[in-house]
């Protein structure tokens, strides 16, 4: 059985597509079509890709499982992944690979900060990406959507000086018009309660992205208050005022998703796994697990 997540990134995602399948820049980012036989090895065990990436299905039938939760994806389908997710390819049936026809496309953290595009717009949006992301696009969004494919492709294939900078405009453009489907599809159901000042909203941003990086080894609320110069009880009022949830449960969400990949993908025992999250004993461990699952790591290994 599987142990580990790999972590992959960006230039090693590009290994896995033939030259004629990917276009990219450097490592930022890559747009790759893949269509016939599809290379499954990357997902073939869960994994998480340090970078944002979408995938959208031309035409087949696949299953993705998005921290361990899993979603049938159909013609027309966008899926929009965050880093740190574990991920997982899987298919519907054994002749689905001769089927199915998508486009990839992954962009670098370091590229993705650089984009004009103001988060605090469309926050409301990206977070009900995190809920859901998978969206099912109608025609008229496609034609619109393979416009900037397009043009992206051309401008990359091309000589010309500032294809980064170019290019970088485009994505950013493309956000903004995917956060208008989803607002367009999402507009009959609660907003979500997203709230704060934009200094807030940034500060509860670099939160999630340090639980993400440092969860395995720390679930002390003081350690990522220190990471960003405030106190534990700030820390905390932020986490709430933005999203509505506590700090803690973030955290928690981190170190629970991890402990059931490793339950149900790996060998270990749970003494191991205790000591892999660093918790001071499995007694610890269990007890945690028990209250955030409702069963005991055992009791959730047999399902």
């Known amino acids: 059985m599987y142990s580990d997540v790999n972590i992959f990134s960006i230039s090693e995602v590009k290994e896995f597509f033939v030259s004629e399948e990917l276009i990219s820049i450097d490592d930022d980012f890559i747009m790759a079509r893949q269509s016939d036989s599809m290379n499954q090895q990357m997902l073939k ?39 740190g997710n574990i991920i997982q390819y899987k298919s519907l049936n054994e002749d689905i690979d001769k089927q199915v026809d998508m486009v990839i496309f992954a962009i670098s953290r370091d590229y993705m900060f650089d984009l004009s595009f103001d988060l605090n717009k469309v926050y409301g949006d990206v977070m009900k990406i995190l809920k859901n992301p998978c969206f099912v696009l109608t025609e008229e969004e496609i034609v619109l959507a393979s416009k900037y494919v397009k043009l992206i492709y051309d401008i990359i294939s091309g000589d010309f000086i500032y294809k980064k900078e170019c290019v970088r405009l485009l994505i950013s453009s493309i956000f903004y018009l995917f956060s208008s489907f989803i607002r367009d599809r999402l507009k009959n159901e609660k907003s979500e309660d997203i709230k704060g000042s934009s200094r807030h909203r940034k500060m509860f ?21 220190d990471k960003l110069c405030i106190t534990p009880r700030y820390l905390s009022k932020v986490v709430k005022d933005v999203s509505g949830k506590s700090a803690v449960e973030y955290i928690d969400k981190f170190v629970i ?15 191991e796994i205790a000591d892999r999250l660093n918790f001071e004993d499995p007694s610890s461990f269990y007890k945690y697990f028990k209250s955030q699952v409702g069963m005991t790591p055992n009791q959730y290994r047999r399902q």
């Open 45 to 83: 065990y869960p994994c998480r890709i340090d970078a944002f990436w979408a995938v959208f299905c031309i035409k087949g039938d696949i299953r993705f499982s998005i921290n361990l939760k899993d979603y049938d994806i159909h013609d027309n389908t966008l899926v929009i992944n965050m880093p």
């Open 205 to 225: 941003e670099i939160f999630i992205a340090l639980v993400s990086e440092h969860h395995l080894r720390e679930r002390r609320l003081s350690f990522y208050a």
């Open 257 to 271: 998703l991890e402990a059931q990949h490793l339950l149900r993908h790996s060998d270990l025992g749970i003494k």
